[in-house]
């Protein structure tokens, strides 16, 4: 339904106030081009070497990539049609679901993990830079660490210079975004070409790991392992994009269609996630070759090149950086800061407090090793998104019809208000969904403290993001069929 927003609301601010149809000028070419432009990034690049460190083939690790994203891309689309439909972003669509006032829950939950990867990608970003002035300079920038933060001087100020980029973009809002995804997008797919034949021309081939047979053969290293290895791998390939997957309606709400948004997500998300996989682990197969071992990190890959192609490769990295955080980690959280704090909080405020919060995170310990980055980061915070999914897909698509009362959603009191501004339905739901994956993920984030978990809640934490979604989906129709 739509009619007059209160725009005096208490809840209401111009950044989360309907998008108008006049502005809605995204089509389903800037959608593929933002998608190409986040999946193009060195996180994505080191998915599938943390797959083969856990003992898979170098297709197997492609395989599970795919599947995964092709998994996420179901509820990515079905969560866009709110957007497109509504032009209102995550945090307001959300208000259906867990109230006027509850909706702060999944947008702090949200903006938080978003904090984590803008922090990460910060780190890669500076990290680049870093390895450029030490190039530049004989490595003049190299020195003892910190002792509390664990990295030196110099890494700490490449990243807060890296840091620092990001606030120019902020101030302009989505547009600019919007404007540098579609304008890097094809040069990025070039770059990839171009160093899969530098991969190709230097090795005289790719080497012997893309046919090298996975640890779980017989005789292997993990013989009979692959189910227990593939299902946590799927599951975290899934949670590298749910955050997204919540809250696309921050890019769908610009839509010009629902075929817009589900044609350009579908072309841009799970084919280039595959074969940015493929070039990782094509590209690393040959570095064995070419420097005697296995080189998964693209800055430290493209450091070793000789010449002018150091600098350029460098450089390409550090604004492919600055465009995916951008994109995937500045946009949301932005959102859900205004929404959690609308009358004071605008999108550039919460941009910049998500800079903020990145700092803090340290997000270099995140992901300093594969088990970290792999099966506590990403499954961890799958364990808290996926229960958020399940709740508003079932509420958007099986209770509301895809019908809502956007005025409603800007009135405290009105008929997204349930009890003081909280749906107690979603808050049970959620809860429920989450606590049988806390085990697990205590088990994984501290494994001396939490050794003795019992190996059924270690196991059902492998398929946190699958049990926390499908429980949360049930117990929340329930709770609403029974009030109503």
Same mark, same amino acid.
């Given at each position: 339904?739509?009619?007059?927003v209160d725009?005096?609301s208490g809840?209401?601010? =111009?950044?989360?106030?309907p998008?108008p149809p006049e %502005?809605?000028t995204?089509?389903w070419?800037?959608?593929?081009s933002?998608?190409?432009g986040?999946v193009?990034?060195i996180?994505? /690049?080191?998915?599938a !070497?943390?797959l083969?460190q856990q003992g898979?083939s170098?297709w197997?690790?492609?395989?599970?990539v795919?599947a995964g994203n092709?998994?996420?891309l179901?509820p990515m689309?079905?969560?866009g049609h709110s957007?497109?439909? /509504?032009?209102?972003?995550?945090?307001?669509?959300v208000?259906?679901?867990?109230g006027? %006032?509850?909706n702060?829950?999944?947008?702090?939950l949200?903006a938080?993990i978003a904090?984590?990867?803008?922090?990460?990608?910060c780190?890669?970003?500076?990290s680049?830079?870093?390895a450029i002035?030490?190039? $530049?300079?004989g490595?003049a920038?190299?020195?003892? @660490?910190?002792?509390?933060?664990?990295?030196?001087?110099?890494?700490l100020v490449?990243?807060?210079?890296?840091?620092?980029?990001?606030?120019w973009?902020?101030?302009?809002?989505p547009?600019?975004? %919007?404007w540098?995804e579609?304008?890097?997008a094809?040069?990025?797919?070039?770059?990839?070409?171009?160093l899969?034949?530098w991969?190709?021309?230097?090795a005289?081939?790719?080497?012997h790991?893309?046919?090298?047979p996975?640890q779980f053969?017989?005789?292997g290293? @993990?013989?009979?392992?692959?189910?227990a290895?593939?299902?946590p791998?799927l599951?975290? $390939?899934v949670?590298?994009w749910s955050?997204?997957?919540i809250?696309?309606?921050?890019?769908?709400?610009?839509a010009? !269609?629902q @075929?817009d948004?589900m044609?350009?997500?579908?072309?841009?998300l799970?084919?280039?996630m595959a074969l940015?996989?493929?070039?990782s682990v094509a590209?690393?197969?040959?570095t064995?070759?070419i420097y005697?071992?296995?080189?998964?990190?693209p800055?430290?890959?493209a450091?070793?090149l000789e010449?002018?192609?150091v600098?350029i490769g460098l450089?390409?990295?550090?604004?492919?950086?600055l465009c995916v955080?951008?994109?995937?980690n500045?946009?949301g959280p932005? /959102?859900?800061?205004s929404?959690?704090f609308? %009358? &004071?909080?605008s999108?550039?405020?919460?941009?910049?407090?998500?800079a903020g919060?990145?700092?803090?995170m $340290?997000?270099?310990?995140l992901?300093?090793?594969t088990d970290?980055y792999?099966?506590?980061?990403l499954?961890?915070y799958?364990?808290?998104?996926?229960p958020?999914?399940?709740? $508003?897909?079932?509420? /958007?698509w099986?209770?509301?019809?895809?019908v809502?009362?956007v005025?409603a959603l800007? =009135?405290?009191e009105?008929?997204?208000?349930?009890?003081?501004?909280?749906?107690?339905?979603?808050?049970?739901?959620?809860?429920?969904?989450?606590?049988p994956n806390?085990p697990g993920?205590l &088990?994984a984030?501290f494994?001396?403290?939490?050794?003795?978990?019992?190996?059924?809640f270690?196991e059902?934490y492998?398929y946190?993001w699958?049990?926390?979604?499908?429980?949360s989906a049930v117990?929340?129709l329930?709770?609403?069929?029974?009030?109503?």
């Open positions: 339904m739509t009619g007059p725009t005096s809840i209401w601010n =111009e950044d989360l106030a998008v %502005r809605r995204w089509n070419i800037h959608y593929a933002l998608w190409i986040m193009m990034c996180p994505s /690049y080191l998915l !070497s943390g083969i898979m170098a197997q690790a492609v395989g599970t795919l092709l998994v996420v179901v689309v079905l969560i957007g497109a439909k /509504y032009g209102l972003p995550f945090a307001v669509i208000r259906s679901s867990f006027t %006032r509850g702060k829950l999944p947008a702090a949200r938080l904090c984590g990867w803008f922090g990460i990608q780190w890669v970003g500076g680049a830079i870093y002035a030490n190039i $530049m300079t490595g920038l190299a020195g003892d @660490k910190i002792g509390w933060l664990g990295i030196d001087p110099g890494q490449c990243f807060l210079f890296f840091w620092a980029l990001h606030l973009f902020i101030r302009r809002g547009d600019s975004i %919007r540098i579609t304008v890097t094809p040069l990025k797919i070039l770059i990839m070409l171009a899969l034949w991969a190709w021309d230097k005289g081939g790719f080497g790991l893309l046919s090298a996975s053969v017989t005789g290293a @993990k013989e009979g392992q692959f189910w290895v593939f299902w791998g599951t975290a $390939m949670g590298f955050t997204l997957a809250n696309i309606p921050d890019f769908t709400r610009f010009r !269609s @075929k948004q044609l350009g997500q579908s072309v841009g799970p084919i280039p940015l996989a493929f070039v590209v690393t197969s040959a064995i070759i005697g071992e296995a080189v998964w990190d800055v430290d890959l450091g070793r010449g002018i192609a600098a450089i390409i990295i550090t604004i492919d950086t955080n951008l994109a995937a500045t946009v932005a /959102y859900d800061f929404a959690i609308p %009358r &004071h909080v999108f550039a405020t919460g941009g910049y407090i998500t919060i990145g700092i803090v $340290m997000p270099w310990k992901i300093e090793t970290g792999i099966f506590t980061w499954i961890g799958g364990a808290l998104l996926g958020l999914l399940g709740i $508003m897909l079932a509420d /958007y099986l209770i509301r019809k895809q809502l009362n005025p800007f =009135e405290i009105g008929e997204y208000g349930f009890k003081g501004g909280w749906n107690p339905a979603a808050l049970i739901a959620f809860v429920v969904a989450v606590l806390l993920f &088990h984030a494994p001396g403290a939490f050794g003795g978990v019992p190996g059924f270690v059902i492998n946190a699958f049990v926390g979604l499908g429980i117990v929340y329930v709770l609403i069929r029974w009030r109503g």
